[in-house]
Every structure is written in C-alpha cells, then in structure tokens.
C-alpha cells in the first residue's frame, strides 16, 4: 500500500510540474560556467539564469534578450507584399540579379 501511494504521489507530481511548472524552492548556489550564471533546481534540474550583478534570478524576457545579444545581430527579412506586381516578372528578376 505504501509504495502505491508514493507511486501516485510520483505521477501526481510529475503531471502538476507539466502543467504548472517548478515550484523552485529548493536552489543551488548561483555558478557560472561558460560566461552564463545561472542556479540550478535540485529537484528537476532546471537552470535559472541569474543576474551576478543585481543579485536577482533573470526574467524569461531577459534571458531572451541575453541570447539575443549573444548570437549576434538579428537579421529581418522583409515579407513580399501580397498586391500584384506593376513591373513584368521578366524585368523584375534581371533587377534582382544586378
């Protein structure tokens, strides 16, 4: 019966952590590796990224930013406009080779 209920306590846990996500209460130290300082959940092994400077965990929209910043420039592609086409496809194409 005991390890019925610890099997269920088991799922129970891992579907709520699907749904809702870790609760972080118990956190290592914050370390950095790789120039990334982060904290890590000892009881699902997630990483929290973590500002060293302002003592704080980061937000999900700063560590986007972070990696951002990290990649290098982002580049936007401008999305062809969806009205026809005043200039014939024949001169248009030798436009884009030139």
Known sequence: MKTLSI???????????????????????????????YEVCLDCGKQIYYSAQEMRPLTPWEVRRMKAAQAGEVKVVPIAPSRPHLVPTSERESNLAA
């Open 7 to 37: 099997c269920l306590r088991a799922i129970l846990n891992f579907f709520t952590e699907i749904l809702f996500g870790c609760s972080h209460s118990r956190l290592s130290r914050p370390f950095t590796l790789n120039d990334e300082t």
